[in-house]
């Protein structure tokens, strides 16, 4: 069995696993919730958050395929520009952030842990500490997912980079193979990572056993700030690049430019004859066409649009938390 392989059994096994775990852990939740108070109060709650948890383990294994299925391609258009074998080795470090659990695992149960106490010890359940229990072992299976996509997806802000120095980036050409690439992996992980933190956002703002707080305000921004990063930081290297080759043709076309000048000066003073402006005409087009490029690889719309996703979730109860805490209002 090829590496390529193991680490796909090895992500498939994962995702069963703990999707498994979680699923049984949100039924027991329930179950017993439903036992004791003849109602579920969370219903919202546990489906968005069962749902997002296992709406990201579907779409990591499809992006998983997506790279194993672009190594060829990748690297064949780097051959000509590029070591193949950095190349080769570059992309399967890509893959194997899947798989580095040996480094993600410690760290992963350390977050679950944490985030499985706190029901524990802030008495969601005040009435109920096995459905306090229950509910952080809910907790617990849900930041096993959570925390390795988190890790996998800083990993990948790292490794981007190096992708890049692999790639040939063109002022005047868009992209090539190897750019669309990985521009088309960003985009499939930004729309995940929106689609994700809206209903995780959605399901913490609308939960009857989690007050509205610094603690969920402080989680609103941590996931803007990842949302935001997931678009930006892979294609800084891509933006430097190209910024880099817009500065030396800005310079290369303004000495152009200064000796013709200076040309026409010189024949406008020493003969006093009328000068043709059309090659300066054409130079200051053309520098007025490179200065209109943009090195940013993505609209501003992208971001917004990513960004109002979450923002739209949250706005009614966060208003409702401001005229309750800071106007005094109560409805």
Request: with cysteine.
């Amino acid at each position: 069995m090829t590496n390529t392989k193991i680490i796909i059994r090895n992500y498939k096994l994962f995702g069963i696993i703990s999707g498994s775990l979680l699923i049984i852990s949100s039924i027991i939740y329930s179950f017993i919730q439903l036992l004791l108070n003849k109602t579920i109060s969370d219903t919202l709650f546990i489906s968005l958050t069962l749902g997002e948890s296992l709406f990201v383990l579907y779409a990591g294994y499809k992006i998983l395929l997506f790279i194993v299925r672009n190594e060829e391609i990748f690297n064949s258009s780097n051959k000509s520009f590029a070591d193949s074998a950095l190349s080769t080795r570059e992309y399967t470090n890509l893959i194997k952030i899947f798989n580095n659990f040996k480094i993600l695992l410690p760290v992963i149960f350390l977050w679950a842990i944490v985030m499985g106490l706190m029901p524990v010890f802030q008495k969601y359940w005040k009435e109920s500490m096995i459905l306090n229990i229950l509910y952080g072992a809910f907790l617990f299976f849900t930041n096993i997912i959570t925390s390795y996509f988190l890790l996998v997806l800083l990993q990948y802000f790292r490794l981007s980079g190096r992708l890049w120095n692999l790639v040939q980036v063109e002022l005047w050409k868009k992209d090539n193979t190897s750019a669309r690439f990985i521009f088309s992996l960003t985009k499939i992980i930004v729309l995940v990572a929106a689609v994700y933190m809206t209903s995780s956002l959605t399901a913490w703002v609308t939960s009857p056993k989690v007050p509205f707080g610094p603690e969920i305000i402080v989680f609103i921004i941590f996931s803007i700030l990842l949302l935001t990063g997931s678009i930006i930081l892979p294609s800084i290297p891509f933006t430097r690049k190209k910024s880099a080759l817009k500065r030396k043709a800005l310079a290369d076309i303004d000495c152009k430019i200064q000796d013709e000048y200076q040309k026409l000066t010189d024949i406008l003073q020493s003969t006093g004859k009328e000068v043709n402006f059309n090659k300066m005409n054409s130079l200051l087009e053309i520098r007025h066409r490179i200065e209109a490029i943009n090195v940013f690889p993505f609209r501003l719309e992208t971001l917004t649009a990513s960004l109002s996703i979450i923002i739209i979730s949250f706005l009614p109860v966060f208003l409702e938390y401001i005229f309750k805490t800071i106007l005094k209002i109560n409805f």
